[in-house]
């Protein structure tokens, strides 16, 4: 018989280990950005969808927003706040509605999910860009990035997810625990 105390560490452990895992990819990937004519794509967003899509909201919102923060800390401290409202939020929504409804229909529970999601993260960042650099002309000009940043990592993150078969991977390996 297995004693109920160490199962809880152990499952305790798992998900600190796992949230942590995504959150350093978060970092890591947002370190770097595709050169695109007039700006950079960058690909922290399948992170934060895909990380979205497989934790609970709690555990999305520190490996998502805290990470988001903590690599533009790093990398580019301007918009870290921006970042950590802004991408924990968009993953707190996208967990919610994963794991909260549709449940016959997880697979269009996540699609909505990241959509809403993608629009949370472009609203956010050029609301963020109006405040941090005090001008509307430059967050609208950097507007088709964003959209584009979002509708990569949306799509990409769902692909890992579904196609892949991460999420499979996911909850026979810890979310069964």
């Not at 964003?146 to 499979?168: D, F, H, T």
Request: charged share 10%; aromatic share 10%.
């Amino acid at each position: 018989m297995t004693n109920p105390i160490s199962k809880t560490k152990h499952v305790t452990t798992i998900r600190i280990t796992t949230t942590a895992i995504f959150m350093a990819l978060n970092i890591v990937l947002s370190s770097f950005g595709i050169p695109v004519p007039g700006g950079h794509l960058y690909l922290c967003d399948i992170v934060i969808c895909l990380a979205a899509i497989l934790l609970n909201p709690l555990d999305a919102f520190v490996a998502c927003g805290i990470g988001s923060f903590l690599g533009d800390l790093f990398f580019y401290p301007l918009p870290m706040f921006v970042s950590l409202v802004t991408h924990g939020v968009q993953a707190v929504v996208i967990s919610v509605i994963s794991h909260y409804t549709l449940k016959k229909h997880p697979k269009i529970a996540s699609g909505i999910a990241v959509a809403i999601g993608a629009v949370i993260m472009v609203t956010g960042y050029t609301l963020g860009k109006i405040y941090v650099y005090s001008t509307l002309e430059y967050a609208m000009l950097k507007l088709p990035y964003e959209i584009a940043q979002a509708a990569l990592g949306a799509v990409a993150g769902m692909l890992l997810c579904w196609k892949c078969g991460i999420r499979v991977l996911y909850h026979k390996t810890i979310g069964n625990l």
